[in-house]
């Protein structure tokens, strides 16, 4: 039997390693990638089968690829789904191309999206900006003010989109609750998955309709390949499939590849990230030149009991505001000697940066406000490291500021 025949009733540490793989007639252990732009048929009218979809085949890497469709049945079941069951996964060349190919493939112009201002800076402006060109309108809202999303519903919403955690200040959405007003109202709940990855999350268990990643980061886990996913109702992820089809957003085999082998390693990963960042944000909070710290571990932010309840585990991603605001924040990140100075996030390494001026530099200065987008902000993404060692690295800034 291949591990491709797994299913759904395994635990999830046997999922990320076993579900969704098999073995070529070389009989590997260890999956191969498939290298291929194209493929051979034994006849002319087998071709027109699997051109014709009559039967199963692979036609061309831009369709479809063996190592891409194995890394989309693991991501489909550890979402929640099985191997060929009512949740299935679209793998796309990048996060940003995941929530555009939904959004592409789901909305036509005339519709109406609400989406939490509490998201990643280019999410932001690729609805703000871009989707406007081609007549969907946005409404941004306040993630957990919950009232904003029922007053933004119009008869032409088709779709609510938020991330929970929030990127950077681990807001925590009620994601039964959005899914009720979403549904209510004949509209898809779509949910960035990113910080917690079904390791600590699943929110297709709380109603929402669509998951996406930026595979890139946790589903990886090393910084090393860029990569995004769609996971949900077959119905809905079927269209994203045609639609990149058609646009080429394609992942490339290698890559898939490499999140294939990242997964296997994802529930360790994720606790180790989970443990760190808990002792840090414990730290961060006790120091005397840090003035706030936004961590949902924390028993003082308004989201704890929230994340308890929806989520496994609290996440690798924290942010801290320091006396002084730019200047300072400046300092703290300019002090680091084991830290990166990178934006990236979900490596085995730490990242630490300054959100006002990179991944959310695009918002205007009102837009930054309103999201909590402060000039004293810092935020760090916990890798792997000794902890001890991290401390250390931050006080060496952080006693600057005293």
């Keep these: 039997m291949n591990d491709h025949d797994l299913t759904e009733a395994l635990a999830f540490e046997t999922q990320s390693i076993r579900a969704g793989s098999f073995r ?10 498939y290298l291929s732009s194209s493929f051979v048929y034994d006849s002319a009218a087998q071709a027109q089968a699997v051109f014709a979809g009559d039967e199963s085949g692979n036609v061309y890497s831009r369709y479809t690829n063996p190592s891409v469709q194995m890394l989309e049945d693991r991501m489909a079941v550890l979402e929640g789904g099985g191997i060929e069951g009512e949740i299935t996964a679209c793998a796309t060349a990048s ?33 703000a900006k871009y989707f ?9 809202v306040d993630l957990v003010d919950y009232q904003q999303w029922r007053q933004a519903m119009t008869p ?138 936004h961590y949902s571990g924390l028993s003082s932010h308004p989201g704890h009991e929230l994340a308890k309840k929806q989520q496994k585990g609290f996440g690798g991603v924290l942010a801290f505001e320091v006396k002084g605001g ?43 406000m309103k999201s909590g987008i402060t000039e004293s902000l810092v935020r760090i993404a916990v890798g792997l490291e000794n902890i001890e060692d991290l401390k250390a690295d931050l006080e060496k800034g952080l006693k600057q500021l005293l």
């Design 24 to 33: 070529s007639d070389q009989r590997e252990h260890s999956e191969a990638i």
């Design 95 to 127: 996060g940003m191309a995941a929530i555009l190919g939904t959004c592409m493939s789901l909305l036509k112009s005339g519709d109406h999206v609400i989406c939490s201002r509490n998201v990643f800076g280019t999410t932001f402006t690729i609805f």
């Design 132 to 140: 406007e060109k081609f007549g969907v309108k946005t409404t941004f």
């Design 156 to 293: 032409e919403t088709r779709l609510l989109f938020l991330e929970t955690p929030s990127n950077p200040l681990s807001d925590v959405a009620d994601l039964e609750l959005l899914a009720d007003i979403a549904h209510s109202n004949d509209a898809l709940l779509m949910v960035d998955n990113c910080f917690c990855t079904p390791a600590l999350q699943r929110p297709l268990s709380f109603g929402a309709d669509l998951v996406v990643h930026s595979a890139t980061k946790y589903i990886d886990g090393q910084g090393r390949c860029l990569g995004g996913m769609v996971v949900g109702r077959k119905k809905l992820v079927d269209e994203v499939h045609l639609w990149q089809r058609a646009a080429g957003a394609t992942m490339s085999p290698f890559n898939a590849w490499v999140f294939y082998k990242g997964l296997e390693t994802l529930p360790v990963r994720m606790d180790a990230h989970c443990r760190n960042a808990s002792e840090l944000a414990s730290w961060l909070s006790h120091h005397k030149a840090v003035e706030r710290v």
């Design 326 to 368: 730019r200047e300072s924040a400046w300092k703290v990140i300019d002090s680091v000697q084991i830290m990166s100075r990178t934006a990236n996030l979900g490596d085995t390494r730490t990242t630490i940066t300054h959100p006002a001026t990179t991944t959310h530099c695009r918002l205007s200065d009102e837009d930054k």
